[in-house]
């Protein structure tokens, strides 16, 4: 290999490189939700092949074909919703609202009514809910100590170490392997089971319930288009790319309806993801797409070995994946608040995080939907300009007006 090629390589390895550690981390979350639904190996290992293979496949796909770097994931703000859903919802509940939402942005996404949705509903409202739905992860790291104190304590302090010693590595990394090796040390680790190289697939059969699609499929799709599409292709665009807009969108919907029956899952962009890959850091502009064949290969691999990777929940103790999960969720609580509290919505926001926290429940529907609802209404109302300012931002421009013109048929400008 020349010079010339090696270093055409070694950014686009670099850069990848978070994004290989990242969803190895996250999948704590993943566990400690199925082991709180009670899923089945089989069912919980079908989630991972969802959530992490087929998204890599799609990544793969676009990138090649496009020679863009389309880095496609099962989005960790989604994730993080429907982790929270669990103490509300069946596991058929959820399924039927990943459904749901894909088929509702495969729709507007056919109706090109994509980025007119995103204008009505504030991405900071959606923060400030994101964030009380996450508080709980958070708060049970301690509350974990209570049952296994020096695994959790050993992995609160790498955890720090982490943080204070390099940006590149996710701090969730050395936590996890700290937590592992006082678990093991002390014999609270179990031995693991027998598993297929190849997962079986199975089925969940979702259930619709009014309660589960008003409180779920709102958020999902304000998460999946405005929170993470819709910047993303922006910031593309930004470093000189032409993405596929609708191709995209599309695949959002079809993709996240259909694999959402193995496992609930949110494909989409992710704007920390895109930065990464199509960002400078990533090398020279023409090869920054080979970021994503090195991330998006390695995660491939792990959502194949979806059945060794389930057995991590019965190898782990749930308190201690609990705390790793609240530790995997640090960072998106610091940047939820801090998209909240920087404006210039603020009032709509903390009552949306207030109202997530809370056990409200009114008409038969959950905190999450009432969250999205009063937050919405009270920026609406009481941050009418900072309200107008963002819906303005992202709302798709007019059609200009020519003095003169007639249009045809219509009695208010015929003469």
Same mark, same amino acid.
């Given at each position: 290999m020349n010079p010339q090629t090696r270093q055409s390589w070694l950014a686009p390895l670099a850069a990848a490189l978070p994004m290989i550690i990242l969803p190895i981390?996250? &999948?704590?979350?993943? &566990?400690?939700?199925? %082991?709180? &639904? %009670?899923?089945?190996?089989? %069912?919980?290992?079908?989630? $991972?092949?969802?959530?992490y293979a087929l998204p890599c496949v799609v990544s793969l796909i676009l990138s090649y074909r496009y020679r863009q770097p389309l880095l496609m994931t099962g989005n960790v703000f989604a994730l993080l919703f429907v982790a929270s859903l669990g103490d509300r919802l069946t596991y058929g509940e959820i399924i039927g609202v990943a459904i749901v939402a894909g088929?509702?942005?495969?729709v507007l996404s056919a109706l090109g009514l994509t980025v007119r949705l995103a204008a009505w509903i504030p991405a900071p409202?959606?923060?400030?809910?994101?964030?009380?739905?996450?508080?709980?992860? *958070?708060?049970?790291? @301690?509350t974990a100590m209570n049952d296994t104190p020096w695994p959790v304590g050993g992995a609160l302090v790498a955890y720090f170490w982490g943080r204070r010693a390099s940006a590149r590595v996710p701090p969730i990394l050395p936590a996890a392997a700290a937590a592992?090796?006082?678990?093991?040390?002390?014999?609270? &680790?179990?031995?693991?089971?027998t598993f297929s190289w190849v997962p079986k697939l199975a089925i969940t059969a979702p259930l619709f319930t009014v309660e589960g699609l008003v409180t779920g499929v709102p958020v999902l799709v304000v998460i999946m288009t405005l929170q993470s599409n819709v910047p993303s292709l922006i910031f593309?665009?930004? %470093?000189?790319?032409?993405?596929?807009?609708?191709?995209?969108?599309?695949?959002?919907?079809v993709v996240t309806a259909a694999a959402s029956l193995l496992g609930p899952i949110a494909l989409s962009l992710s704007l920390p993801a895109t930065s990464l890959v199509a960002g400078p850091d990533a090398g020279e502009r023409? @090869?920054?797409?080979?970021?994503?064949? $090195?991330?998006?290969?390695?995660?491939?691999?792990?959502? +194949? +070995?979806?059945? +060794?990777?389930?057995q991590l929940t019965r190898v782990l103790p749930l308190p201690l994946l609990l705390a790793l999960a609240g530790l995997a969720t640090v960072g998106v609580l610091m940047g939820a608040l801090q998209q909240v509290m920087r404006g210039p919505l603020v009032l709509g926001p903390v009552f949306? @995080?207030?109202?997530? +926290?809370?056990?409200?429940s009114l008409l038969g529907l959950g905190p999450f939907f009432w969250a999205l609802a009063i937050g919405t209404g009270v920026s609406f109302w009481l941050e009418r300009e900072g309200w107008q300012a963002l819906h303005d931002r992202v709302a798709p421009p007019r059609e200009p007006v020519?003095?003169?013109?007639? *249009?045809?048929?219509?009695?208010a400008t015929a003469k």
């Open positions: 981390a996250v &999948l704590t979350i993943m &566990l400690a939700t199925a %082991q709180r &639904l %009670q899923l089945s190996q089989t %069912q919980t290992a079908n989630w $991972i092949l969802a959530a088929a509702c942005i495969l409202v959606v923060m400030g809910l994101l964030a009380g739905a996450v508080m709980p992860y *958070v708060a049970g790291i @301690f592992i090796a006082i678990a093991a040390a002390l014999g609270d &680790l179990r031995p693991v089971g593309l665009r930004s %470093q000189g790319y032409d993405p596929p807009e609708r191709v995209i969108t599309t695949l959002s919907g023409a @090869f920054r797409y080979r970021a994503v064949y $090195i991330s998006a290969g390695v995660v491939l691999v792990l959502g +194949l +070995l979806a059945e +060794l990777a389930a949306a @995080f207030a109202i997530a +926290l809370s056990d409200i020519v003095a003169g013109a007639e *249009v045809a048929g219509d009695p």
